[in-house]
């Protein structure tokens, strides 16, 4: 083994068994073995179970013969960010840092901006892992993060079973075409990272704000924008919670997930929450669902959708670096037939106010939108119908795509995600292809309130809303 005084950051990654992992040295400086401790920048996978960035920062602890900080930064002013997710994402937090402390790792918690938080953890790193970021922000604060650090600084891809790179190179253009490639790498990734047993207490180095203990006075004191009206169900965030609600899936769900298109059955896994603040890993509940007494088919339709549809999502949002605007994210047969029929007269032109508060004619539509705002959460059928109307019944697809992101991401416990990028583009005719062409949606794929009530007993489906919504009326016509 070389000596630590001299070593390089590739000969220290070469070290660790990490062959065909994606990693990035986020600057060109060396490791540097005078400072105090191995740094681990918490950010986008908020978990110790299997996070392959964790794990591998702390097998980097020991090979430097240092104590682990693990930092993370709460950021008040977090794009798009409000009370509703801050509330979930602290229980995580909580949960994952009193883990790394039992472990031996040292923690620190701060407030505010990112700039003096990098500038200060980094002083005393010798090296600094992080985990690989995928919407814009996220991967500005890595490059930032690079260049204000006087070490070397390293990303690794954690959040996916097959990092990005690796699946594709390139921007794919549907699930089709990039299915085969994904599967092909599946199994050679699917393996749980442990978390390895620390040789340094960092004790001294840990830091934690007097109120942090309390929720509700750390949250106040955070000043972040709340949303009304309030969730009406209790959902709680971090491993623990997200590993029940796998095991609940796992034993009663799955074995009828060929029907999870149905919304009055409400079968889905309900992991989308847990999956985007990192609480779980897809490896994680991949194998949970392959090791279960399932049917085969039930485990590969799911599989499908956790595996390829949401790594197809990131793959759009690495490449694509307009994903979050109309028309730039769309196919250009997409962006040319919506444009043709940005003028068709509409039956319904709703404000997003209007689509905000539930007030249109269809109870159907209604009952999602409340939905959305009561539990956080919106059957996937019911998204897709959800999506499309809004683009039928807004003055035109540009408002429409707005609206559309903007109800998501403030009131979805799991929005401002990649799925949510690529769930909304899909309304407007990303990873899809051309269909017969009708009024106000051209070429792209049309859903309608019959299909709806002709697959589904869509009365169930408006009972369980209006229980949520005893006050609401949401008969439309
Ligand atoms: C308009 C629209 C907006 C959407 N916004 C979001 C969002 O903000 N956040 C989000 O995570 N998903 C979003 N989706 C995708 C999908 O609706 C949700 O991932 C799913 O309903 C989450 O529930 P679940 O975890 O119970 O899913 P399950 O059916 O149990 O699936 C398990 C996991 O697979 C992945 N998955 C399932 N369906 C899809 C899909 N169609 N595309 C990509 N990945 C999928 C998710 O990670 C999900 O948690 C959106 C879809 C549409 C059409």
Redesign the pocket.
């Known amino acids: 083994m070389a000596t630590i005084k001299n070593i390089s950051t590739e000969n220290l990654l070469g070290e660790l068994d990490i062959s065909g992992e994606h990693y990035s040295c986020l600057n060109s400086n060396p490791v540097n073995s005078d400072k105090d401790y191995m740094l681990y920048w918490l950010q986008g996978s908020q978990r110790v179970s299997d996070n392959k960035a964790l794990s591998l920062a702390g097998k980097l602890a020991n090979r430097l013969d240092k104590p682990l900080v693990v930092a993370f930064l709460f950021m008040p002013d977090y794009p798009g960010s409000n009370f509703r997710h801050f509330n979930f994402m602290y229980e995580g937090i909580r949960e994952t840092l009193e883990e790394l402390q039992a472990a031996g790792a040292a923690v620190q918690v701060e407030v505010g901006k990112r700039n003096e938080f990098f500038k200060r953890i980094s002083e005393k790193a010798s090296l600094i892992l992080t985990d690989q970021g995928f919407l814009q922000e996220p991967r500005n604060w890595r490059k930032e993060l690079g260049e204000i650090a006087r070490t070397a600084v390293i990303e690794i891809a954690s959040n996916t079973v097959v990092p990005v790179e690796t699946a594709s190179q390139k921007e794919e253009y549907a699930a089709y075409t990039i299915r085969k490639k994904i599967n092909s790498f599946r199994d050679k990734f699917l393996k749980i990272w442990e978390f390895p047993e620390l040789n340094h207490s960092g004790k001294k180095y840990t830091r934690i704000p007097d109120n942090f203990s309390c929720r509700d006075k750390f949250l106040a004191s955070l000043n972040i924008p709340a949303v009304t009206p309030e969730l009406r169900v209790s959902i709680k965030g971090g491993y623990a919670a997200a590993k029940k609600q796998l095991e609940s899936?796992t034993s009663k769900?799955l074995k009828q997930?060929d029907k999870?298109n149905d919304p009055d059955l409400n079968i889905?896994?309900?992991?989308?929450?847990y999956?985007?603040f990192g609480n779980i890993s897809?490896r994680e509940?991949a194998l949970e669902v392959i090791n279960s007494s399932s049917r085969q088919e039930v485990k590969e339709e799911?599989l499908e959708?956790?595996i390829v549809?949401?790594e197809?999502?990131h793959n759009f949002i690495y490449y694509n670096h307009d994903y979050n605007k109309f028309p730039d994210c769309l196919p250009e047969w997409a962006t040319t037939t919506l444009k043709e029929h940005s003028q068709d007269e509409r039956d319904y032109d709703y404000s997003p106010e209007e689509f905000e508060q539930a007030e249109t004619h269809d109870k159907y539509w209604n009952a999602a939108q409340l939905e959305l705002i009561y539990t956080g959460?919106?059957?996937?059928y019911m998204?897709?119908y959800?999506?499309k109307k809004i683009l039928e019944w807004s003055a035109g697809p540009e408002v429409a795509f707005t609206t559309?992101l903007y109800l998501?991401?403030r009131y979805?416990l799991?929005?401002?995600?990649p799925?949510?990028y690529?769930?909304?583009a899909?309304?407007f005719g990303k990873h899809d292809r051309a269909w017969q062409e009708r009024p106000i949606y051209g070429k792209v794929r049309y859903m309608n309130r019959r299909g709806l009530e002709r697959k589904f007993k869509m009365e169930d489906y408006l009972e369980r809303i209006k229980k949520l919504t005893p006050e609401k009326n949401i008969a439309g016509d």
Do not use: K, T
Request: aromatic letters at 12%; one cysteine or more; proline letters at 5%.
């Open positions: 899936f769900g997930y999870s889905q896994s309900g992991l989308s929450p999956l985007h897809p509940i799911f959708e956790l549809r949401r197809l999502s959460n919106m059957h996937n998204r897709m959800w999506g559309a998501n991401n979805a799991d929005g401002r995600d799925n949510s690529a769930g909304v899909w309304c």
